[in-house]
């Protein structure tokens, strides 16, 4: 599967941005999307994932500000982010996973800066 997400850009802390990730395929079986994060000279990261099951899981750190969420008949996942803060600047991927094949988008960048 081929995602494309876009969304990112700069904002100013206690902003928010919503990102979106389009599937070239349908999404409704797909095991795992989500959203994995990664600022400069640190590892990437799990932001948020959902499953065909609606099991969310998220990342602490962005529990309570972030929200996943998906369009089937679009073939699309979102993450809403509010409260925004200086370390959420990152690259943002989505990903998916169908048994053990993963697949990653090309990244959005968000800049979180006053």
């Known amino acids: 599967v081929q995602l494309q997400a876009s969304g990112g850009g700069l904002v100013q802390p206690g902003g928010s941005l919503r990102l979106s990730c389009a599937a070239s395929?349908?999404?409704?079986?797909?095991?795992?999307m989500g959203w994995y994060r990664q600022a400069p000279g640190k590892q990437r990261e799990l932001v948020a994932t959902?499953?065909?099951?609606?099991?969310?899981d998220y990342a602490n750190s962005v529990k309570d500000r972030f929200t996943i969420s998906r369009d089937i008949p679009k073939n699309t996942i979102y993450l809403q982010m509010n409260s925004l803060k200086p370390e959420d600047t990152a690259v943002y991927y989505c990903?998916?996973?169908?048994?053990?094949?993963?697949?990653w988008g090309q990244g959005t960048q968000v800049t979180v800066s006053s």
């Open positions: 990903m998916s996973r169908i048994g053990a094949t993963i697949s």
């Open positions: 395929e349908s999404i409704f079986s797909i095991s795992v």
């Open positions: 959902i499953t065909p099951a609606r099991v969310i």
